[in-house]
């Protein structure tokens, strides 16, 4: 399946290659600021925390932080602050994640509930969500901290709202829209629209960043939930098919379950309520997808939101700045190929 | 058992009747805020803040807060917002150490975690902790926001030092003051320091205030931990003896482990790392916590760093702010009588 026009302007093969090269002199500093933040003389944290980190996520979110203050000329160093926050946030709420969804893996290693237990996955999230708030502290710009503070309740928020919406087959696709806006494209929003702030670029810049990140996070989030029946376990970084095992509702579900027979509606009431889902029902999930196109559909939103994001950053002067956040979106939405 | 004599100076009956009537105006907008910022569309939330709120914690910090602003002459209205953020980071802390803990009670009340599940508890925890730097960003007080936002970095790797020392026998009495210093005393510390920062009285004040919540924290932890044994579950607000139930590493066991023979080392040794403790078990470890003086040895180091909060207090000039702070470390010690 190939990425509809604009997306497909940026590049043959749609890549982080640009924004890795971008942003790669910044990443050494916010990796190593990482690793310093990380340090405690309570030696579970550094242990766990380095489990997080060198388990290979691609560090997307502060690379976007990085590019969306160069794409606006910031020429300081508080980015690299800003961008670390961002990415302790993110492996805050994956450490509280796994324990809200009882996963076992998490990009492909053992998740660190499994190595370390729940308890320390709660208390070591809660450990990064602080040193996160300190690092903004110490950046010391107010909207910054405001923008970043708001989404940290809008991410809690989201997750919460999963968790009582996860099971009820009356989810739509708008209120599901709502829940992935909070719990996934919030943090891409916020880490986004920081960028133009440090380079104090005004509020239009900082709405066109925001937007940027939005619809790039929704997007990003839906290609996910497509993956998850339809990808390998490396391109997800996650078990396929977990999302089915644990029950969770994702949009692919959801338009199935509105396209489908009243037989197969009981089928997805049964496998979502019931929430411990063997192969053979996963089986027949995918099988259900397939008939009433519920990937193809999901992934035709995904672009949609990818569309929107290309056009937010579309509206810079051209620029390598420019170019790496294009093509990353194009990148998103070029996983479920 | 009296308290030492310059607590005893302050009122007949210690009582926090003081601060509360201080505080009276000011917490009735705590409260709302409270309340405002527990809102949201997603019911599980405040329904789980609700039940928290209203299962009658005394509000102590934030009260500390109000009075510590006011015994520097404080007349804005910043320190609602913040003593609201205390309260929340002390709220989230509850919900997350419940998890931890795996308690079924808290304050006589069932537990939101047996209520809701843990997932919630770990998410509504997440939540309130995102709203409580929300309202410090509000209050765009940098020195303050560095101040809370440490404390939440201190507490955290306090409590993930306290689940890998608990079972640990070898941890003595200078490492379990250390643990309570990082998940208790900090966030008393942290709550009337800003006192001070907001009425701008300077780094003396401050340093003082500091000083006052730190000792005052670790006066009242020590207490909690002597009233797991001797107390009632309604002065503790939780079931006595879960402490020791739990396995749980505090300083009256440190002290009966140490002053032991072997054959008590043994039990106590046993009776930690196997963690699930019953009846007869319980009433070995009171007459072996009786027979070494160990809770009385706790009171007393409980009085030595009421003495100390009490000098740092002592050094304001005379005023119902100055009396109000100086009755709750009597208080807080007299909780053991």
């Known amino acids: 399946m190939s990425v509809a026009s604009p997306v497909r302007e940026t590049s043959s093969k749609a890549s982080i290659d640009?924004?890795?090269a971008l942003t790669a002199p910044a990443m050494?500093?916010?990796?190593?600021?990482?690793?310093?933040?990380?340090?405690?003389?309570?030696?579970?944290?550094?242990?766990?925390?380095?489990?997080?980190?060198?388990?290979?996520?691609k560090r997307l979110r502060p690379m976007l932080t990085i590019a969306s203050a160069l794409a606006y000329?910031?020429?300081?160093?508080?980015?690299?602050?800003?961008?670390?926050?961002v990415e302790f946030m993110h492996t805050a709420t994956l450490l509280h994640d796994d324990v809200v969804d009882e996963s076992d893996l998490r990009r492909g290693k053992q998740s660190a509930r499994m190595i370390w237990g729940n308890q320390a996955s709660v208390l070591v999230g809660d450990f990064l969500l602080g040193q996160a708030f300190r690092m903004m502290v110490?950046?010391?710009?107010?909207?910054?901290?405001?923008?970043?503070?708001?989404?940290?309740?809008?991410?809690?928020?989201?997750?919460?709202?999963?968790?009582?919406?996860?099971?009820?087959?009356?989810?739509?696709?708008?209120d599901y829209l709502k829940v992935i806006e909070a719990k996934t494209a919030a943090l891409f929003a916020a880490a986004t629209e920081v960028g133009p702030v440090l380079a104090e670029a005004g509020p239009e810049a900082q709405a066109q960043m925001r937007a940027y990140g939005l619809n790039l996070g929704l997007a990003f989030q839906l290609v996910d939930d497509v993956l998850d029946y339809r990808g390998t376990a490396q391109a997800l970084g996650k078990n396929t098919g977990d999302d089915f095992r644990?029950?969770?509702?994702?949009l692919p579900v959801i338009l199935a379950h509105q396209r489908g027979s009243e037989a197969e509606k009981a089928f997805w009431r049964g496998a979502l309520e019931g929430g411990e889902n063997d192969d053979a029902a996963l089986l027949e999930a995918k099988r259900l997808l397939e008939r009433h196109g519920a990937l193809e559909a999901t992934v035709a939103r995904a672009r949609g939101f990818g569309e929107k994001a290309f056009g937010a950053a579309s509206a810079l002067p051209a620029s390598p700045s420019r170019t790496a956040l294009l093509d990353v979106v194009a990148f998103c939405i070029d996983r479920v190929n």
Do not use: C, F
């Open 18 to 20: 640009a924004i890795v």
């Open 28 to 57: 050494g500093e916010v990796n190593a600021m990482i690793l310093a933040m990380a340090g405690s003389n309570v030696a579970l944290i550094p242990e766990i925390a380095e489990h997080l980190i060198s388990s290979g996520g």
């Open 73 to 85: 000329g910031y020429r300081g160093s508080d980015h690299v602050k800003l961008a670390a926050s």
């Open 138 to 174: 110490d950046v010391g710009e107010l909207s910054a901290l405001r923008i970043l503070s708001t989404a940290s309740v809008v991410i809690a928020e989201g997750e919460v709202w999963q968790l009582s919406a996860a099971k009820r087959m009356t989810t739509g696709e708008a």
């Open 246 to 250: 644990e029950g969770k509702l994702t």
